[in-house]
């Protein structure tokens, strides 16, 4: 899960600035051009800045460890709202002091992090079957309202009637493994990739083989090497809809990454509209 974490001390931080290949081995150099780098999420490149303004990160506090981690994405859905994946959260009674939401920023920064004021996860949503039960999506109200500036920016929801058709190409953002167990190398720039929308069908028959299932408010997307991976999960699939960014997707699990029987499986946004309506509205 660990994406990179903030050091207690200044000091332990220059020390692990200057340890060489800590972590990662493939140096990140200029975009090679599209299927041949093997940075990613998975199969990805390197995302400019600004060109995905609702994407955040999650920090959680390990208080066994005493350490800070990026562990997840999310996005950014209204000035003081944030979606993520419900798995991302952990514990029964998560609280808000171990979390914190890092906005407009392109490599991991914990100093750029905001505090949470409230976690809602969808009561649907069960800690033992994990992501795999379905309903795996939170919402976490920041404490104050944020932007909207040139590097954060809020991402519009679908309509609840709204669905794309197999092979729309969407994008999927995240500081998540480049490879399964492969975490993302130095510097951490956030990656993105396009993943074509695969149909529910489909997918639905392909993880039945491995005795998974899939449900109604899930959908799939990617293909051979382009996927979301561990890490990413909590983060955005966003499709353009009649000139507009739309979320269709929250990341969320997946048999291993970037296997072609496998596509990544995503929370269904358009699923849950009423739910994250029903907060946003009746808690200003
Ligand atoms: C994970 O473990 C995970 N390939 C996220 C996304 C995918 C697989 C695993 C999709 O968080």
Request: contains cysteine.
């Amino acid at each position: 899960m660990t994406r990179a974490e903030e050091p207690e001390t200044k000091m332990l931080w220059l020390l692990v600035l200057t340890l060489p290949c800590l972590g990662g081995s493939v140096p990140v150099t200029s975009d090679p051009g599209p299927g041949t780098e093997l940075v990613g999420i998975m199969g990805g490149h390197d995302a400019a800045d600004g060109a995905w303004p609702w994407q955040v990160g999650l920090w959680f506090f390990d208080p066994t460890r005493s350490k800070w981690s990026l562990e997840c994405g999310g996005s950014l859905i209204h000035p003081q709202w944030v979606l993520t994946a419900a798995h991302c959260i952990p514990g029964r009674n998560p609280v808000t002091q171990h979390l914190k939401v890092q906005l407009g920023g392109l490599r991991p920064s914990y100093s750029d992090s905001v505090q949470v004021a409230r976690i809602i996860r969808h009561p649907k949503f069960r800690l033992e079957k994990k992501a795999e039960g379905g309903a795996d999506v939170a919402l976490l109200k920041l404490e104050a309202p944020v932007g909207p500036s040139n590097l954060v920016r809020w991402i519009r929801l679908p309509p609840a009637s709204l669905s794309f058709p197999p092979g729309t190409r969407c994008w999927v953002t995240g500081w998540g493994d480049v490879a399964p167990g492969e975490p993302l190398p130095p510097p951490y720039n956030l990656q993105e990739v396009e993943v074509p929308i695969v149909a529910d069908e489909i997918c639905r028959q392909q993880y039945l083989r491995i005795d998974k299932v899939i449900q109604d408010d899930e959908l799939c997307a990617g293909s051979r090497e382009r996927d979301s991976c561990q890490s990413d999960s909590g983060g955005p699939l966003v499709c353009k809809w009649r000139g507009t960014w739309v979320q269709v997707g929250v990341v969320s699990w997946g048999e291993s990454c970037g296997l072609a029987d496998f596509p990544g499986v995503y929370a269904r946004v358009t699923s849950f509209l009423p739910w994250i309506r029903g907060h946003i509205h009746s808690s200003p």
